[in-house]
């Protein structure tokens, strides 16, 4: 992966203000598709001070546990608590176009995508935000990070842990189902536990916490330790069906 400074991120990720805008508040009925990708404004960019850290984790925190919007609609859970912890103080501290985003549109992401329990809702949410912020290169940088860090970092931190300490437990995984497995294991406590549900209320702040931090160090290149199997060791396109290219 390679390596990019604060500066270069911040340069790369645009410039915030009136012009950020332009092409979002028109009519999209009869536009010409083309012309509308011409006209959208991306990476939406990021403060050159970044955002708080641990004010993100709170808010990712509260945002699992459901918060009502000014719509007067309540939505929670992992991928909206995440994505909004990033993108709702982007549009207090940026303005337009982040206020023009409808967080809630993370909710289908929550328990693994629509409760499948594949990617984690936490990292989706994230990396939905990161996506907006950064351009394509930068924030698959990020993202990979991320999820690096997910898999093998004891969650939760408990940085944040209002009612004392939770157990915590390594992933070695991305997936929902495996890592609420890897958790219960560990705690010898059942997925429907109400100490379960603030497990992953923590997360939910604790992932959207990393993803600022990273954003606003500006810097990407977290290696993956040499023990660990990266996924594209198995698993990679090829020609050879007989070699396991599939």
């Keep these: 992966m390679s390596n990019t400074n604060r500066r270069d991120f911040i340069k790369s990720a645009g410039t915030y203000g009136a012009a950020a805008g332009v092409g979002l508040a028109g009519g999209f009925g009869m536009a010409n598709p083309e012309v509308l990708a011409a006209q959208a404004t991306h990476p939406f960019g990021y403060p050159e001070d970044g955002l708080d ?9 509260d945002g699992f546990k459901g918060l009502v919007l000014k719509d007067g609609t309540r939505h929670g859970g992992c991928a909206f608590g995440a994505f909004n912890a990033i993108i709702g103080q982007l549009a207090e501290v940026v303005g337009a176009p982040y206020t023009t985003i409808p967080v809630q549109m993370m909710d289908w992401a929550g328990a693994g995508v629509v409760g499948f329990g594949t990617l984690c809702g936490t990292l989706n949410g994230a990396a939905a935000a990161i996506g907006l912020v950064c351009d394509g290169r930068d924030a698959r940088g990020f993202i990979s990070d991320l999820l690096t860090w ?3 970092t004891p969650l939760p931190t408990n940085l944040l842990a209002p009612t004392g300490d939770l157990p915590q437990s390594t992933a070695e995984s991305n997936l929902c189902h495996v890592s609420l497995t890897h958790w219960c294991r560990a705690s010898g406590l059942a997925s429907a536990s109400p100490e379960r549900a603030e497990r ?5 702040g604790d992932v959207a ?8 160090h500006g810097a990407l290149g977290l290696q993956v330790p040499s023990e660990k199997t ?14 396991g290219q599939f």
Excluded: D, F, I, W
């Design 150 to 152: 997910y898999s093998e």
């Design 230 to 243: 990266p996924c594209r060791t198995c698993h990679y396109m090829g020609t050879e069906y007989s070699m």
């Design 53 to 61: 850290v641990e004010r993100t984790r709170q808010l990712g925190y």
């Design 200 to 204: 992953c209320a923590r997360v939910s």
């Design 209 to 216: 916490a990393k993803a600022v931090e990273m954003m606003n």
